[in-house]
């Protein structure tokens, strides 16, 4: 009669288990480049967080020089030069003058345009 156990291979496991090696290295394989990804999402994603608070600052500084009385150049160079972002609009609201500015994500993520808006009071005329 035979047993309804399957033989012992060599060192007492069954040969059905002895043939997953280099299951291990399939897994790894798998494995590596969706860690890559994540990492390189998460990296992408941070470069951009820190870009939109390079722009909020750059809008700060220049809705100051605006109120100031600067010139419309010199206001967009201070959004270039913290941010490397561009100066969509100057407006004043009352008391205040407000400057928005939009910057590309910088990333190649498919994320929309960054965009930051900072108001100051307006100076004596």
């Not at 069954?14 to 798998?30: M, N």
């Not at 870009?51 to 100051?64: F, K, N, P, T, Y």
């Not at 003058?97 to 808006?117: H, S």
């Amino acid at each position: 009669m035979r047993s309804p156990w399957p033989e012992r291979g060599l060192g007492g496991r069954s040969p059905a288990l002895e043939d997953d090696r280099g299951s291990a290295t399939a897994e790894f394989a798998v494995v590596v480049p969706a860690v890559i990804l994540v990492l390189a999402l998460t990296a992408g994603g941070l470069s951009a967080v820190g870009r939109q608070v390079r722009l909020e600052h750059g809008a700060a500084q220049a809705s100051r020089l605006a109120a100031r009385g600067e010139s419309e150049g010199r206001v967009a160079g201070v959004v270039a030069a913290i941010a490397g972002g561009a100066v969509a609009s100057v407006s004043r609201e009352g008391d205040l003058v407000c400057v928005t500015a939009t910057a590309p994500a910088g990333v190649p993520l498919p994320l929309p345009d960054l965009r930051a808006r900072s108001c100051a009071l307006a100076g004596e005329p």
